[in-house]
Nanobody
Framework: QVRLVESGGGLVQAGGSLRLSCAAS????????MGWYRQASGKERELVAR???????NYADSVKGRFTISRDNAKNTVYLQMNSLKLEDTAVYYC?????????WGQGTQVTVSS
């Protein structure tokens, strides 16, 4: 079983920054992609950013230029640096890890951006 521990969420004013972290442990074989999704109240879950084992990244158009995803393979950890946060970034952010054995979701961490 894979365990994901997310941290770094919280309350921040618009224009501010937060850094999310997600550490994977347990039955890890060969992690392929790691990423972050988010779900705002009343909306569908959407991909925020994803990073492959080869460090190839892709981002939602709404966060390009503001968010940066990175990973530390030695620590099995993925990060999401979020800058210039907007009210519409408010959501629960979920970490996702994909291996050959399947995909694991984190419990989610709340990010709230206030005016």
């Amino acid at each position: 079983q894979v365990r994901l521990v997310e941290s770094g969420g919280g309350l921040v004013q618009a224009g501010g920054s937060l850094r999310l972290s997600c550490a994977a442990s347990g039955r890890l074989f060969s992690i392929n992609a790691m990423g972050w999704y988010r779900q705002a109240s009343g909306k569908e879950r959407e991909l925020v950013a994803r990073i492959s084992r080869a460090d190839s990244t892709n981002y939602a158009d709404s966060v390009k230029g503001r968010f940066t995803i990175s990973r530390d393979n030695a620590k099995n950890t993925v990060y999401l640096q979020m800058n210039s946060l907007k009210l519409e970034d408010t959501a629960v952010y979920y970490c996702v890890v994909t291996q050959v054995t399947g995909t694991t979701w984190g419990q989610g961490t709340q990010v709230t951006v206030s005016s």
